[in-house]
Every structure is written in C-alpha cells, then in structure tokens.
C-alpha cells in the first residue's frame, strides 16, 4: 500500500524511487547523447530539420504528460508509458541526428540544451532522493517558461518597432513633401504679400495726406466750437455767480428766522422743565401716599390669608369627615346586603339538605336502620 504525502508536491517513498530510477535514466541518456553529437562542417536539408523539429515536439509534449501525471498521482501503468514513449521518443531523435547531423549552431544550442537538460534532472535526482519532491523541476519550468515568454515579449517589441520606424520613415518622406510643398506656397505667398506692401504703402501715402487735411479741417471746426462753449459757460458762470448772491441773502435771513425760533423753543423748553419738576414732586408726594396704603392693604391681606387658611382647614375637615360617613354607610349597606345575601344561601343549603328546622321527621329505629342497610347495599351495588 503507497504513502501519500499531504502536501502535493511531496512523493512517498516508493513514487520517489520510481522517478529517482526515471531521473537517472534520464541522465545517462542524456550524457550518452552528449558523447554522440558532434559538430560536423556539412548541413543538412530542410526536410531533415522539419523532422527532428516534430521530435522534439513530441518530446516536449510527453515531458509535459509526464509532469501532470506526477502531480495528479496518476496510476502508474500510465506513467510507465509514457516513460516508454519518452525513451523511444529520445532514441528516434538520436538515431535521427546520427542519420542527418544538423548544422553547426543548430548543433551548438542542441549541446547547450542537453547539458542544460542534464544539470536540471541531475538537481532534481538529487532532490527527489533527498527530500523525495521536484519543486526545484517545477521552479526551472516556471522559469524557462518566463524566460521563453520575455523572448517572445522581445521579438513581438522589436518587430514592433520595425513596423514603427517604417511607418515613420514613410511619415517623414509625407512630411519632407508637404513641407516642400508648403515652402513653395510659402514663397510664392511672399511674392504675393511683396506686391501688396507696395500698394498698401501707396494707399496709405494718400490717405495720410487725406487725413492731414481732414485733421486740420477739423482742428478749425473744433476752435469754433470751443469758443463758442467758452461763451456758453461764461453766461452760465454769470448766472450761477447771481444766483449765489441770492441764496447768501436767503441763508442770512433763514439763520435770523432759526435764531429766533431758537429763543422761543428755548423759552418753552424752560417753562416745560418747571412742569417737569412739578409734576415730578407732585408724584413722589402719591407714590409715598400709595406705598401707605399698599402697606395697609398687605396687612389686611395677610389677615384675610391667615382666615381663608382657618376656614380652608374647616371646610377640608368637615368634607374628610362627611365622605368617612358616607363610606361607613356604603360599607353597613353592603354588609346588611351581603349578610341578607348568606342568610338566603344558608337558608336554601339548610332546606335542600334538610338541616335544622326543615329535618325530615325520623320513624321507628328498626325501620330507620333497614333503611340505612338497604341504602348501603345500593351504594355497593
């Protein structure tokens, strides 16, 4: 029965001795490949390389079988397969370059990759029989994977940037031309601008003699028009110099008028200060007279309070004792009632059960003890 490791990249015992076996089978192989290529000076045809590409195609894909069923713990009759496949696959491949030596760089990066190959299964060798897991195998794939993807990354940037200097430099021989183009414009539009400076100059010759004139005809109307506003305002200074005259009459007599009204306001404001103080007297001498009588009125006041208070206290007593009346007779009414109410119950329990007065009336004892024999039999019964 196979151990099962819990973490998944962890083999048991005898999963790590079956791929430890595969591993270093791997690697004698791959060095007994290294002995055999050599690097010959003659190529080969493409037809050749088109078939050891499909090998190693086939090998890749059985490599990447073999590392899922690794991980997925797969049975092992299909590990054993495909380890079977992954050795013939190897040998067609060696016969192959034995058959049809590649070319000399071809050869170069194919040593290069099998003594990469050989350290790789070496490491993993050691790692599975050590540690009995092949993360340092999964770690390589991940890294060779980057490594291809970068690669890729480089080659799609750098077509990139051929398509893009293309496209540039096709940009820049559209824009030598136009800008040729937009040169010859430029000078014929010069020419075209020479030609109206000299009759913009002539134009504006004539019409800065036209101004001139229209300046100076201008200037005249303007002198006219001022001398004639300098009179204008001359009349209206006259007339504003008149009506200053007037209104410092009128302000001399409006001060006089205010003056006297002053006095007068000033006569009144003493005769109503008197009446102030007056007055003010007279309503000190009530508000004493008041305070007086808001004194007599407090104690008169306090009097009826203290006598309200008596009576309050009468009027609460007599109240407290007429409802304590009225209670103790609701209560003796509801005695009266309830006692009337028992006496009729007692009266009835006494009739139904014949108690007291309302006894049955007893016969001769003999007959009287038959009769309580007979009843005990039914209740037997």
Not at 192 to 214: F, G, N, P, S, V
Not at 310 to 319: A, C, G, K, Q, W
Request: charged letters at 35%.
């Amino acid at each position: 029965m196979l151990l099962v490791s819990d973490s998944p990249l962890e083999l048991c015992a005898l999963d790590a001795e079956h791929v430890a076996a595969v591993l270093e089978d791997c690697v004698d192989q791959l060095a007994v490949l290294g002995s055999i290529i050599t690097v010959p000076e003659n190529t080969i045809s493409s037809g050749s390389l088109n078939e050891i590409a499909k090998l190693l195609n086939s090998q890749k894909q059985l490599e990447g079988r073999y590392e899922e069923l690794v991980i997925s713990d797969r049975p092992s009759n299909e590990l054993a397969n495909v380890k079977q496949n992954m050795k013939s696959s190897a040998q067609a491949l060696v016969r192959n370059v034995k058959l049809n030596p590649l070319a000399t760089e071809n050869l170069i990066k194919l040593q290069q990759d099998r003594e990469y190959l050989q350290l790789l299964a070496s490491e993993c060798l050691e790692e599975v029989s050590q540690e009995g897991s092949f993360e340092g195998l999964i770690r390589a794939t991940v890294e060779e994977r980057e490594k291809k993807n970068k690669l890729q990354e480089t080659i799609l940037r750098e077509e990139d940037a051929r398509k893009n200097v293309r496209s540039l430099q096709r940009q820049l021989l559209e824009l030598k031309r136009s800008k040729e183009v937009e040169m010859q414009s430029r000078n014929e539009m010069i020419a075209h601008l020479k030609d109206q400076l000299q009759e913009t100059r002539a134009k504006t010759t004539m019409e800065r003699k036209y101004i001139e004139k229209e300046c100076q005809v201008q200037k005249v109307m303007k002198n006219k028009k001022c001398n004639m506003t300098e009179a204008e305002l001359q009349a209206e200074l006259e007339n504003l110099q008149m009506q200053m005259e007037e209104e410092t009459k009128v302000n001399k007599e409006t001060e006089m008028w205010v003056k006297k009204h002053h006095d007068q306001l000033q006569e009144k404001v003493e005769y109503w200060m008197d009446k102030y103080e007056k007055e003010v007297d007279q309503k000190s001498e009530e508000l004493s007279t008041l305070k007086g009588t808001k004194a007599n009125i407090l104690l008169k006041l306090q009097e009826l309070t203290l006598k309200f208070q008596e009576y309050d206290e009468v009027v609460t007593e007599d109240r407290a004792q007429k409802e304590r009346a009225q209670k103790a007779a609701e209560k003796a009414q509801l005695e009266i009632k309830s006692a009337t109410k028992i006496q009729a119950w007692w009266k009835g329990v006494m009739v139904r059960k014949g108690l007291g007065p309302y006894a049955k009336k007893k016969g001769k004892k003999g007959k009287g003890k038959k009769g309580k024999k007979g009843k005990k039999g039914k209740k037997g019964k």
